[in-house]
C-alpha cells in the first residue's frame, strides 16, 4: 500500500503562485509515476503533470510554461509549483501514484483563484 498526503493549497488572486507538496509513504519503492491530477465542479478529474522515477516530465497543454513538478526522492515527495493562476487552475488538486497494478490517490487539496 501506499498513502499519499497533499499540502498547500489555498486562495490566490490571479497572477499569484502556489506550491503543492504530496508526501508519499507506504511501499514507495513500487511506485513509477507520480503525478498530478485536478478536477473542477461538474467536470472530469484531468492530468496536470506526471514525473517518473528516473525524472520524466509530462505536462498538460494547458499548463505548460506555467507549472512545473518536480520530486525529492530523499523526502519521497513530489511537488507542484504552480505560477501565473487564473480562475480556470480553480479545482481540487489530487496526487497520483502509480505502481505496476496499482493506482494511488491522495484526500484532494482545494485550488481556489480570485480576486
Known amino acids: 500500500q501506499v498513502q499519499l498526503v497533499e499540502s498547500g493549497g489555498g486562495l490566490v488572486q490571479p497572477g499569484g503562485s502556489l506550491r503543492l507538496s504530496c508526501a508519499a509513504s507506504g511501499r514507495i519503492a513500487r511506485i513509477n509515476v507520480m503525478g498530478w491530477y485536478r478536477q473542477a465542479p461538474g467536470k472530469q478529474r484531468e492530468l496536470v503533470a506526471t514525473i517518473t522515477s528516473g525524472g520524466d516530465t509530462n505536462y498538460a497543454d494547458s499548463v505548460k510554461g506555467r507549472f512545473t513538478i518536480s520530486n525529492d526522492n530523499a523526502k519521497s515527495t513530489v511537488y507542484l509549483q504552480m505560477n501565473s493562476l487564473d480562475s480556470e487552475d480553480s479545482a481540487v488538486y489530487y496526487c497520483?501514484?502509480?505502481?505496476?497494478?496499482?493506482?494511488?490517490w491522495g484526500q484532494g487539496t482545494q485550488v481556489s483563484v480570485s480576486s
Open positions: 497520483n501514484a502509480r505502481t505496476t497494478y496499482l493506482n494511488y
